[in-house]
């Protein structure tokens, strides 16, 4: 005889009752990543760099080495020049 789950097809148990859990909180973490920048690393780059200091500190010895950190002399901006047309 074979045994029944108690599981629907999403997974979910029957039993579960949300109700009596009460209302979810938005943002309970919000706090914590004020003033960070979030960014997805692929799965090999996160192996290579498994901390964020680890990653921090690579980017910085890349910026270091283009001159691009702050006190370093700074990078000339880009100057774009708009072609002309003549119109016939």
């Known amino acids: 005889?074979?045994?029944?789950?108690?599981?629907?097809?999403?997974g979910m148990r029957e039993e579960y009752d949300f109700r009596a859990m009460?209302?979810?909180?938005?943002?309970?973490?919000a706090q914590r990543l004020k003033?960070?920048?979030?960014?997805a690393?692929?799965?090999?780059?996160?192996?290579?760099f498994?901390?964020?200091a680890a990653v921090n500190r690579a980017l910085r010895s890349v910026l270091?080495?283009?001159?691009?950190m702050r006190g370093a002399v700074p990078v000339p901006k880009r100057?774009?020049?708009r072609?002309?047309?003549t119109k016939k």
């Open 50 to 52: 498994p901390t964020s």
């Open 83 to 85: 072609t002309t047309t």
């Open 35 to 39: 003033g960070k920048t979030l960014v």
């Open 79 to 81: 100057v774009t020049r």
């Open 64 to 68: 270091k080495a283009r001159g691009s």
């Open 22 to 29: 009460g209302p979810g909180v938005r943002g309970k973490y």
């Open 1 to 10: 005889m074979k045994k029944v789950s108690g599981r629907t097809s999403d």
């Open 41 to 48: 690393l692929d799965a090999a780059v996160a192996e290579a």
